[in-house]
Nanobody, 116 residues
């Protein structure tokens, strides 16, 4: 089992920055990929960025050049640095992992609201 907990969401003005955190616990050594997703009200959940155990990353076109995924192995934490935020970035952000032994795991989500 993998347990994920997000934090760092909040209200920010357009052009500002936020850093989201996701702390993983449990069977973390079997994780093969990690992603950030987001979902706006009435919209389908969309992939923001994914990183694989091979180290490859893939960003959505809408966030490329503005968002960066990173990690801290000592803290079992993955970050999403979000710069130059736009109102269109508003939504609930979720972290997600795929584990060789535990399958899919989702965090509870953290709200990001960008005002214009």
């Amino acid at each position: 089992q993998v347990h994920l907990v997000e934090s760092g969401g909040g209200l920010v003005q357009a052009g500002g920055s936020l850093r989201l955190s996701c702390v993983a616990s449990g069977s973390i050594f079997s994780i093969t990929s990690f992603s950030w997703y987001r979902q706006a009200p009435g919209k389908q959940r969309e992939l923001v960025v994914t990183v694989t155990s091979r180290g490859s990353t893939n960003y959505a076109d809408s966030v490329k050049g503005r968002f960066t995924i990173s990690g801290d192995n000592a803290k079992n934490t993955v970050y999403l640095q979000m710069n130059s935020l736009k109102p269109e970035d508003t939504g609930v952000y979720y972290c997600h992992s795929v584990s060789f032994t535990a399958g899919d795991s989702w965090g509870q989500g953290t709200q990001v609201t960008v005002s214009s």
